[in-house]
T-cell receptor, first 114, second 113 residues
């Protein structure tokens, strides 16, 4: 089945700087890659996603890039703000054996330092 | 307000007792999912259901059971057979039985002592 690796596990950046989180996946057939933000004690919130027919998607300060050949995708946050501090998870769609589910990375704890 | 509700937010049980976690959604989504989250780890899939009266095991189904009698409800029972039940449990749903755009509830933190 699908396997997703996420790096780094923790990331600390100065307010206003950019943050980049990277994920790799194993199944070349995977075609959907969402990113979630989880604040302490809450459920994950979908912040952006990308499908395999595009290489990049932007939404204000957030962007996701996808490299299908290398099987990796990245989350880019520009002009970081204190409210961006949270745990971020990447995921990939698992199509193994007809199953339709998401496989998640281990998460990145992002801290924005004022 | 449309969304996913999980209750209660915190749940405490004694070892050896079964406990049922509630998940309700009014988004008219066909598919629903249960995940377990442990500190410093990603989300692991316990069970999922793509349609009423049908469900499949996820990666860590042992010690858990589910039912899907209604479209809007997908309760999870943590049985006494689950060796390490203390965790944060998250319910999610998505449209049309597919995986795209899964939306999560607020979670239930279960503590078993």
């Amino acid at each position: 089945g699908e396997n997703v690796e996420q790096h780094p596990s923790t990331l600390s950046v100065q307010e206003g700087d950019s943050a980049v989180i990277k994920c790799t996946y194993s199944d070349s057939a995977s075609n959907y890659f969402p990113w979630y933000k989880q604040e302490l004690g809450k459920g994950p919130q979908l912040i952006i996603d990308i499908r395999s027919n595009v290489g990049e998607k932007k939404d204000q300060r957030i962007a996701v890039t996808l490299n299908k050949t290398a099987k990796h995708f990245s989350l880019h946050i520009t002009e970081t703000q204190p409210e961006d501090s949270a745990v971020y998870f990447c995921a990939a769609r698992d199509l193994n054996q007809g199953a339709q589910k998401l496989v998640f990375g281990q998460g990145t704890r992002l801290t924005i330092n004022p | 307000d449309g969304g996913i509700t999980q209750s209660p937010k915190y749940l405490f049980r004694k070892e050896g007792q079964n406990v049922t976690l509630s998940c309700e959604q009014n988004l008219n989504h066909d598919a629903m999912y249960w995940y377990r989250q442990d500190p410093g780890q990603g989300l692991r899939l316990i069970y999922y259901s793509q349609i009423v009266n049908d469900f499949q095991k996820g990666d860590i189904a042992e010690g858990y059971s589910v039912s899907r009698e209604k479209k809007e409800s997908f309760p999870l029972t943590v049985t006494s057979a689950q060796k390490n039940p203390t965790a944060f449990y998250l319910c999610a749903s998505s449209v049309a039985g597919g995986v795209y755009e899964q939306y999560f509830g607020p979670g239930t933190r279960l503590t078993v002592t």
